[in-house]
């Protein structure tokens, strides 16, 4: 009840800001992001009109990494603690959801290495039905879109689950329906290396990969066969991490629109793991979205001398592998980052500003009914600005200082997401 006041209240006052701020009545939905010209007084109508916004709409982060040992006292997401995404600081920050993440490194292409996979996915399955368990009252666990906007409606927060890595099926599709039958609604094909299932954007040299050859040129036949299964399921296909030639072939095969949980853009900083503009009109033309995602590196070239001085804290730290961040405590890892964070004032990373040139690019290239925002918390996303949960709103005020109406922030924190995720439900058989 509260919160439906507050929405109303909000909404009023919104209809009212966006008249003053633009002329006129906010016709507003479609039209280009050019920024209205300001006078002294609007600086502090665009910190009322982001906060207005913000309170108002719904906003899903398609992209959060857990550890193996989430919801428990090591990684307790009910305290305000070490992790960049804890329910504190979602409701400080005013973020309502989140795609919580069943994450599987890659390893070798064996029964041995599939095994291992498909366990460390259980272990994240395990992790996130403990989050329900402990905290099912504070964060509603939505499965359909349905779901998700009960959860909206009675002021809660919500979790959703996405794989990253189909290496976890091994060449058992059934794996998918399982994978489903647990809550999954997106799963990636690949992570950094080729895969049974699909070439990487990123090879990977400990898997005797090299950077300039493929795999399948693109998607395996078994990775066909499981957009398929995903698609009869009713999950969504997530190309984020596949190559820019795999991601265009699974944007026009898939029967449903498909979604990029958290990718930037080659248009603006050219690195391999980036979406190629052919990448980024294959999914518009099928409907899909693209969540442009807070990753340092891949929103702007990172200062050699910042990589130096970054390597040189993991290394007194005993980081120095990936093995060895999955293996850290939350404390060990927050010490990390505030060292790390540290060394902005010598070498700035990205910031919210960078960000919202990544989206921006996206939405003049595709519009703005095709892109949306992750962060990567937990998984290296972080950004100046944007670093923890607790920082949302930062995003949502850059929207609107770059011009961007309530009708578009909308679409670009969930609204475009949710409308891929019903066709999805809807294409399923
Ligand atoms: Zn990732």
Do not use: C
Not at 141 to 149: I, N, W
Not at 227 to 241: K, P, Q, T, W, Y
Not at 273 to 279: E, G, I, K, M
Not at 401 to 411: A, E, S
């Amino acid at each position: 009840m509260k919160r439906k006041f507050k929405r109303v209240l909000s909404t009023v006052i919104l209809a009212f800001s966006a008249v003053v701020l633009t002329g006129g009545p906010a016709l507003a939905a479609d039209k280009p992001h050019v920024p209205p010209p300001f006078i002294e007084e609007d600086v502090a109508l665009i910190e009322d009109s982001a906060r207005q916004i913000h309170d108002v709409i719904d906003t899903i982060d398609s992209h959060v990494d857990i550890p193996p040992y989430y919801a428990t006292p090591d990684a307790d997401p009910g305290v305000r603690g070490p992790m960049q995404v804890d329910l504190p600081k979602m409701r400080e920050g005013g973020l309502d959801a989140a795609f919580f993440i069943v994450f599987v490194p890659q390893g070798d292409l064996s029964e041995e290495g599939y095994a291992e996979a498909y366990r460390a996915a259980i272990t994240k399955f395990d992790a996130i039905d403990r989050l329900s368990a402990q905290y099912g009252d504070a964060i509603v666990r939505a499965d359909t879109v349905d779901e998700f906007e009960t959860a909206m409606h009675a002021g809660k927060l919500a979790a959703m689950i996405g794989v990253e890595n189909g290496y976890a099926i091994g060449e058992n599709l059934d794996l998918i329906d399982e994978f489903y039958a647990r809550g999954a609604r997106y799963m990636s094909l690949t992570h950094g290396g080729h895969n049974q299932l699909s070439d990487s954007s990123t090879p990977r040299g400990a898997l005797g990969q090299k950077s300039t050859e493929t795999l399948h040129d693109g998607l395996s036949d078994l990775g066909r066969d499981a957009i398929a299964e995903m698609n009869r399921l009713g999950m969504m296909v997530d190309v984020s991490h596949a190559s820019n030639q795999a991601a265009v072939q699974i944007a026009q095969i898939s029967k449903a629109p498909v979604i990029a949980s958290h990718s930037a853009v080659q248009g603006v900083l050219d690195v391999a793991r980036n979406l190629s503009d052919d990448a980024l009109k294959a999914i518009a033309a099928g409907g899909g979205v693209v969540q442009v995602v807070a990753f340092d590196t891949y929103l702007k070239a990172p200062e050699p001398k910042r990589i130096a001085a970054v390597m040189a804290i993991g290394h007194e730290m005993g980081l120095t592998s990936r093995e060895a961040f999955r293996a850290a405590s939350q404390e060990t890892i927050a010490e990390f980052r505030r060292r790390s964070q540290a060394l902005d004032s010598q070498w700035p990373r990205a910031s919210v500003s960078d960000l919202v040139d990544h989206i921006d690019y996206a939405v003049d290239l595709i519009g703005v009914d095709h892109v949306g925002i992750s962060s990567d918390f937990g998984g290296g996303g972080g950004i100046i600005g944007w670093d923890d949960a607790s920082e949302t709103l930062n995003v949502t005020r850059a929207l609107v200082d770059r011009g961007y109406t309530r009708n578009q922030i909308k679409k670009l924190w969930g609204g475009n997401l949710l409308r891929v995720w019903r066709e999805v439900e809807a294409a399923a058989d």
